[in-house]
């Protein structure tokens, strides 16, 4: 009979007469996976991160976004493009007409570390050697307004928004550095009583432990 190979605890302690080993979860599932507010896009030679990898530059894609976004966009671009592609503010006015577009866009920048490991998030790092923007995460008024609810994009969805994608990207950042985790619970002859993965933080992990212990004593 084949063995499962449980790795060895990263903490273990006992609580209420049980003894808990918490591991490191090494098959976790990716946080992108999941009914995610937002829309993580990135370019990276050597990874493959977010939801997508766009083949054109950030200037294309956000382009591409602003004439998803407002219907009216593609065509104010054509119209720039036909009577001032020469002009000296041609770019001025190009992207101002973008921005117009994403207005109601919740964008915010991914930066990435990479020494040992990788690490994400919608801070700079300030290292200016191993990190720097890998891509965006972004949710619009429609993604917005499909999970709060409502007609309109008020200044408090859009920073609810923004509280969401943040929190979506801490949990993507534990996910890419293995700060994933399971616990196995032992009774007081090391017999296996209950053991679950997939707890994204070693403190949650430790904390849903201790109250399984708890609930089965409940259950006695």
Known sequence: ???????APVEQFEHRGHTVKIVLDDSPESPREWGNLGHMVCWHSRYNLGDEQPRCTPDEWFCNLACKTDATTERSLNWLEERYYDSPDYETRRQKIIARALDKVVI???????????TISVCEFGDLFD???????????????KELGGKLLTKCKRERAKKMLRAEVAVYNQYLMGDVYGYIIEDQDDHTLDACWGFYGLDYCIEEAKLEVESRELLL
């Open 1 to 7: 009979m084949n063995q499962i190979h449980v790795p």
């Open 108 to 118: 915010l920048p991914l930066y990435l570390y990479d020494h040992g490991g990788i």
């Open 131 to 145: 990190s720097g923007q890998v891509g965006y995460s972004y949710a619009t008024k429609a993604m917005i307004l």
